[in-house]
Structure formats: structure tokens, C-alpha cells
């Protein structure tokens, strides 16, 4: 195949086996030692016949090109032990049922609490502990089941563990769908996480979080006088938030 430098217009001989048609290659001109690349076309051109004085070009061939790894698949929600939390406002699928509480039949004065903690041991504290407080608390079986019961019912207190069953705090899926309740539901809410890295009663931490107050693991056996003194904290806070909502014309009076 008869081909030419760019540069200087020397005309090249090279083996039509070594020129990989169709792709881009490179050769160095031996006259002016300059890099040409260039791609020919699948289709052969017809060849000129080499004039005397014209010299072979070593072709340097492209370097062969790797498939790329295929990326793995995604882990599913089976597989990382997390559920898939659905958009706000719309339905939850047929299997996840409906709550078994009547938590809207209450005697009066009783509120609803849920604990979502994976000790028994500490299932149970809660439960005598909350129940001096006048609540009637249901635990959550895993992950799914409080979602579920977060969904369908109506709690006044949440007791939830930061690690449940493993979870981070970024990765919670209870505390995500926590967040993802309506603004005027989640207000007739108090949200307590524990965890061994808080500081009990740490507003800043809690803000943060979008939290009502924070618990330190160590100081369970004391959560009545910590829940007393947040929600004290926080139905102070709603009533002047309230009250500014509704002088700017919110009805968040009631």
C-alpha cells in the first residue's frame, strides 16, 4: 500500500498486512522522522505501483483496545439488609398490611409510644419505663414492621436505637422515614434516638438531626426524667413556633 508523510510528502510503501484498515495506526516517516497518524478506509484503495528511491515506513500498530469490566450489579434490598422507602405521600404495596393496634382507640389520657430497639432487654426496660409515663408502647419487629407501623399509625413518642439491627446513623431507614412524614403530623411527634455516641439532651445534635432530643445508651435507666425534660423543652419551643406561624397567617394555631 502506497501511503504519504504528511509532513514532507514522502511516499511510503507498507504491507498491506500490517495496516489495520478501517482503524486509526501511526508510522514515523524514516525521511523526516516525523509521527503520522491516519486511518484508511475498509474498502482497499487501488495501489500505485513504488518509484525507485522510495523506502519501507515501519508501522507502529494501534495498541489492541480492552473491554472495560463489566460494573457489578447493585446490591438489592435483600442483600444489605435495607428496605426501599417509598416516595412521601404514596401508598406502601398490599403486603405490607395494616397495623394490628387500635392506637387511635386509646383510653383517654394515654398516648402511643413505638421503640424500635433489637435487645429484648432493653425492649422490655423501655416498655415499664415508658408505661409510668402513661404511654401503651409496641415494639417493631425489624426494620420493615416500623416503617409499616409509621405508615398506618399515629404515635405521640418514638424511642428509636441509632444501630438498629446494624444501621448507622445515616443509614437508619427508621430516622429516614421519620423525615419523610408530613410536616403537620411529624409536629405531634417527639423522636428520641439513643445511641452511644450522643450526649444526652444535646439540642444542637438534635437539630441537626432533625431530632427532638438525643440519649445517650448509658442513660436508659433514666430515660423518664429525659423525656420529661425534652418534651417539656420542645412543647414550649411548638407553642411560640405555632404562635408566629399563625400571626403570619398559617394555621398551625390548633
Not at 515501519?58 to 447493585?74: G, Y
Not at 398490611?97 to 435487645?119: Q, T, V
Request: proline share 8%; with cysteine.
Amino acid at each position: 500500500m502506497l501511503i504519504e508523510c504528511q509532513n514532507c510528502q514522502k511516499k511510503l510503501n507498507i504491507s498491506d498486512d500490517k495496516i489495520p484498515f478501517g482503524r486509526p495506526f501511526t508510522f514515523i516517516c524514516p525521511q523526516c522522522k516525523v509521527k503520522n497518524t491516519m486511518t484508511l478506509p475498509e474498502r482497499r484503495i487501488t495501489e500505485i505501483s513504488l518509484e525507485e528511491g522510495e523506502e519501507q515506513a515501519q508501522v507502529q500498530p494501534p495498541a489492541p483496545r480492552q473491554p472495560a469490566p463489566p460494573s457489578p450489579p447493585p446490591p438489592s434490598a435483600t442483600q444489605t439488609g435495607q428496605i426501599t422507602l417509598p416516595p412521601p405521600g404514596t401508598m406502601l404495596p398490599p403486603d405490607y398490611g395494616g397495623l394490628d393496634s387500635d392506637a387511635e382507640d386509646l383510653p383517654e389520657g394515654m398516648k402511643s409510644a413505638m421503640i424500635a430497639f433489637d435487645s429484648e432487654e432493653n425492649q422490655e426496660k423501655l416498655i415499664e419505663k415508658l408505661s409510668t409515663l402513661g404511654f401503651r408502647t409496641t415494639t417493631a419487629i425489624n426494620v420493615r414492621d416500623a416503617v409499616k407501623q409509621l405508615k398506618f399509625g399515629r404515635f405521640q413518642l418514638l424511642v428509636i436505637q441509632e444501630d438498629y439491627y446494624g444501621a448507622t446513623l445515616s443509614t437508619n431507614q427508621i430516622i429516614r422515614a421519620v423525615n419523610s412524614i408530613e410536616l403537620s403530623i411529624r409536629h405531634d411527634m417527639f423522636v428520641a434516638v439513643v445511641g452511644p455516641s450522643f450526649t444526652s439532651l444535646d439540642d444542637l445534635t438534635a437539630f441537626s438531626l432533625s431530632l427532638d432530643t438525643v440519649i445517650n445508651t448509658s442513660d436508659l435507666d433514666d430515660i423518664e426524667r429525659i423525656l420529661i425534660s425534652g418534651m417539656s423543652h420542645v412543647k414550649k419551643f411548638m407553642a411560640t413556633y405555632k404562635e408566629l406561624m399563625y400571626q403570619r397567617g398559617l394555621d398551625f394555631k390548633n
